[in-house]
């Protein structure tokens, strides 16, 4: 019923943890999906997007969902319509979605003529309280069913501006990133990036270097853009 969705896609999860909402951006189409669990049932909802509309930092998806619930326990089948409104949160890296559902049918469904509403952030990976970014702290929430998959996008965060990029971890210097200049790619083809050596995580790079995965010097890139 759901299809994967690109490592592209953006995911908006709730404070709970029990809703989240999988979207690729800026395009219509049916590649997109949400998960829920509500009064201990798994639910998940293709969404179709027939609209996305820019607005400067923002932007609204209209579509439609459908739905089905997961395991032996079995619920309702509900379909609709779903506005997705993603704009930045001020003074902050993440994002957030405004995302409304508004049941209009499905057999059976006992929320026909219901409206849902929650409001998402984008889960950005949070470093230990050593600033370490380890594997399993740099991943993606679509990782955790998937393996561990690395964060895409980086960026520099390092006191002076700059962050060498080494051959092995504590090994000779390939390249330097520059903050406000480059954008660091981890290396996804093995899907985990992050590497230890000597108890402290590396991030391969696209570039086939490896930066120290620490807040000190790198800090994730939203995915919305």
Avoid at 16 to 22: E, F, I, P, Q, S
Avoid at 42 to 52: E, K, R, Y
Avoid at 55 to 78: I, M
Avoid at 133 to 151: F, I, K
């Amino acid at each position: 019923m759901v299809s994967a969705a690109p490592a592209t896609a953006t995911t908006y999860t709730s404070s709970t943890g029990k809703t989240a909402v999988v979207l690729n951006e800026g395009r219509t189409g049916n590649d997109n999906f949400y998960f829920t669990e509500v009064n201990g049932r798994s639910i998940l909802g293709d969404i179709t997007i027939t609209s996305a509309q820019s607005n400067g930092n923002s932007y609204r998806y209209e579509g439609t969902f459908r739905e089905q619930t997961l395991g032996p326990r079995a619920g309702d089948a509900c379909t609709g319509t779903i506005t997705i409104v993603r704009q930045p949160i001020p003074r902050s890296a993440n994002h957030s979605a405004q995302v409304t559902w508004r049941v209009t049918g499905g057999r059976p469904c006992a929320s026909i003529g219901q409206t849902f509403s929650l409001n998402l952030t984008e889960p950005l990976p949070r470093p230990d309280r050593n600033g370490d970014y380890t594997d399993r702290l740099a991943n993606t929430w679509m990782s955790q069913t998937s393996g561990l998959a690395t964060w895409p996008k980086w960026r520099v965060t390092s006191s002076d501006g700059e962050l060498n990029c080494r051959v092995q971890p504590n090994g000779p210097i390939k390249t330097v990133y520059r903050a406000g200049r480059d954008e660091i790619s981890a290396e996804l083809r093995g899907t985990n990036a992050i590497t230890l050596s000597n108890g402290a995580p590396w991030m391969l790079t696209t570039q086939g270097c490896y930066v120290r995965a620490n807040s000190q010097y790198i800090a994730p890139i939203a995915l919305p853009r």
